[in-house]
């Protein structure tokens, strides 16, 4: 993209009025049609209410039993624990694909009978068994139960892709296992799980309806489109980025993913057995992802439905997703004061069958800062719009940008021969597109680098860091705004340049001509050879075609600009 052949335009050119009016209603045209593609792709999200609160009955956690006379209590730290792996392949029956899984199982030395048991089930990532659960599994096994830990059962699958039925499978054949041992009490073998897991609980549950009771941690009681719609959403406005950037959300999340090959965003995670056994929903007050308002209130609404009256609810302050005080990111990060042992009190008063005397909401009041974005679904004229946009676009920029690199090539071959010119860009045009195309990529490098830094707020926020303060997350966003502006002013300025040269090359006189020339007058050939031959674009093929392919690319950036919304001023 080189300025390999500048002229200047004669003296007779247009004067600044003229080319202004000409500039201005292709101004007008280009603005109101991005405009136009930003609402109509905007996305209705309604935030309403905002910060509810669900008061507790008590801030103290602890939970306590009526207990019979008479009964050992079994306690932490009351038995030494053994530790040992077992092996075991697991299916994945939608493909028939097969991992080996290890699995840590816990015991309590010298227990004597019948023991209860615990089945741990992952949140997100790839947890092993041997860097997962590892406190909190010792722990119960110290009270008396027997706990086992698996590797995650993945398969070929990743975050997004996740199979949760089969996951399902794999951890009720985990539960089946426990129930098998000589040791263990096959009526009282329960799940501790968390986060992600809770969606696989839900499936669990209606697949195993011999489960006796479960803990969990931060449950995603909605589905995930609208799960994590929601934390997206808060989590953006606490790491301080700009209102903007929400609009970048509401798109994202109303992606129909089914075209993707991608079938849990709209799971339904709760049904008449989800929460029809005994239930300990443990939150923390710092919990950044969950829904807690409105998943308590779901959970018991959905128990009581169920006939169960027996869930616990208690939350920590201070602690985060996973009830730990501070960042999990960091190796050793405690877990919330007094949980573990109001975690292994209560499970022990259920496997005991006894009459639970604390209150049954307790510990820091329960808030939730924006409501859960229910009414969110996948839109697929919006998903198929988006994915031709963004791939004819990438195609355009690659195809724009290896005839960039071709023209350079064939520059410095040619520049040895002193042969014509690649491109031979006439009037400026060339300078023009350079300037344009690096102001729009540029612009595009600071749209990614406003995003990436609030995703990686959002992670930080998820695994209970602190944020860096808000910088290019927030000013970023009316900066492009101005910038895209000023580059379709540019842009009008050069089509209402091109129509200037083409003017006074004649080429307007065109329809003229060929009036002229069917009735009887010199030929359209003839007259054309009359015209100024200096080109309006370029002397070669070459660069008409580099400038039209760049043009296209750079237009393709402005509407995905406008389809994220970026064109919606207010």
């Known amino acids: 993209m080189s300025q390999e052949v500048e002229r200047s335009l004669p003296a007779s050119g247009w004067s600044r009025v003229r080319r202004l009016m000409t500039s201005l209603p292709v101004f007008i045209i280009l603005m109101g049609l991005l405009a136009s593609v930003s609402h109509l792709t905007a996305v209705p999200w309604k935030y309403e209410p905002v910060d509810q609160n669900f008061p507790t009955l008590t801030p103290d956690t602890a939970v306590t039993f009526d207990w019979p006379a008479g009964v050992d209590r079994d306690a932490v730290g009351q038995y030494q624990v053994e530790s040992r792996h077992q092996e075991l392949s697991v299916e994945r029956p939608a493909t028939g694909e097969r991992q080996r899984i290890r699995i840590l199982i816990r015991t309590p030395q010298a227990a004597s009978g019948h023991r209860p048991a615990v089945v741990f089930m992952h949140g997100a990532g790839y947890g092993t068994c041997d860097n997962s659960f590892g406190d909190v599994a010792r722990t119960l096994a110290s009270a008396g139960f027997v706990t086992a830990v698996l590797d995650k059962p993945v398969w070929s699958t990743n975050d997004a892709d996740r199979d949760y039925p089969a996951s399902a499978k794999a951890y009720e054949r985990v539960a089946n296992l426990l129930r098998d041992r000589a040791d263990v ?70 992606t129909d993913a089914s075209l993707l090959g991608l079938n849990n965003l709209d799971i339904d995670p709760t049904d008449r057995n989800t929460y029809a056994i005994p239930t300990l929903l443990a939150y923390g007050a710092k919990d950044v992802m969950t829904a807690q308002v409105e998943g308590v209130q779901r959970v018991l609404s959905q128990a009581h439905a169920s006939g169960n009256e027996n869930v616990t609810v208690r939350s920590y302050p201070v602690s985060n997703h996973v009830l730990r005080l501070g960042d999990e990111a960091r190796t050793g990060t405690p877990l919330a004061d007094h949980y573990q042992q109001d975690m292994v009190d ?113 992670v930080r926020l998820g695994w209970g860091g602190v944020p860096d303060q808000a910088g290019v997350s927030y000013w970023s966003w009316p900066v492009i705004q101005v910038v895209c502006a000023l580059v379709i002013w540019a842009w009008s300025r050069t089509f209402a340049r091109m129509v200037e040269v083409a003017s006074l090359r004649g080429l307007d006189r065109l329809p003229d001509q060929v009036r002229t020339s069917k009735a009887g007058g010199p030929s359209l050939r003839q007259q054309m050879r009359s015209m100024d031959p200096r080109p309006v674009l370029a002397s070669t093929r070459f660069g008409v075609a580099l400038f039209t392919v760049t043009t296209l690319a750079m237009f393709g950036v402005l509407l995905i600009f406008a389809f994220w919304g970026l064109f919606i001023y207010q």
């Open 346 to 458: 209560w499970a022990v008063g259920q496997v005991h069958g006894l009459h639970q005397t604390s209150p049954s909401v307790g510990g820091a009041t329960i808030h939730q800062s924006i409501a859960v974005p229910t009414d969110l679904r996948g839109r697929r004229s919006l998903t198929v719009y988006m994915l031709v946009l963004h791939l004819l676009t990438l195609v355009l920029l690659l195809a724009s940008l290896v005839m960039a690199l071709v023209a350079g090539l064939m520059k410095l071959f040619r520049l040895r021969r002193r042969k014509d010119p690649v491109l031979g860009f006439s009037h400026g045009f060339g300078g023009t597109l350079v300037t344009i195309t690096g102001t729009t990529l540029a612009t595009l490098v600071l749209f990614g680098a406003g995003l990436g830094q609030v995703i990686m707020a959002v």
């Open 185 to 254: 009490d096959a009526s009282k073998v329960g799940i501790y799980a968390t986060s992600e897991s809770t969606w696989i609980a839900a499936m669990l549950l209606t697949m195993d309806h011999r489960i006796a009771f479960q803990i969990l941690l931060s449950p995603m009681v909605y589905s995930p489109r609208h799960a994590m719609g929601f934390f997206v959403a808060q989590d953006f406005a606490i790491a301080g980025a700009n209102q903007g950037y929400q609009s970048v959300v509401r798109r994202l999340f109303s």
